[in-house]
């Protein structure tokens, strides 16, 4: 078992090391080079996580679906204006899991887009390449 289980008792005056933003992620660039990025310059994930359909980590792509999930939120609350000025209110009892549905991934999907523009201006200022995993 390793040292930092959790059911194994630790030598006396063992501490763990922690994360800090000074380490560095070690991964290889469009360029196909091996480079090291801190955490805030890694941005969002960018491997394929094993399944079929590649996601979607630059930022163009993510702002569009940050745009379309907005433009869904909208269509959202146009309905939810319609209903208040039909007086059917019964339809939200009937759909009320829509509204946290909608805004999880709205909101994941501009936090999303915020940390990987905000990556891109860091690994422009120190001039490094694109992470492409």
């Known amino acids: 078992m390793a040292r930092r289980s959790k059911d194994i008792p630790q030598d006396p005056g063992y501490v763990p090391s ?18 090291g990025y801190t955490p805030a310059e890694y941005g969002v994930r960018k491997d394929d996580g094993g399944g079929l359909v590649k996601p979607v980590n630059s930022s163009g792509g993510l702002l569009f679906l940050a745009i379309l999930l907005t433009a869904c939120l909208g269509g959202l609350i146009y309905g939810v204006v319609q209903t208040a000025i039909t007086n059917q209110w019964h339809i939200l009892g009937e759909v009320w899991w829509v509204f946290p549905a909608t805004l999880f991934p709205f909101s994941v ?17 120190r001039n490094l390449p694109r992470p492409v995993d």
Request: hydrophobic content about 35%.
């Open 109 to 125: 999907a501009w936090a999303s887009y915020l940390r990987e523009r905000k990556a891109e201006k860091l690994r422009k200022a």
């Open 18 to 35: 922690q994360r800090t933003d000074e380490q560095l992620i070690y991964r290889r660039a469009e360029n196909g080079e091996m480079v």
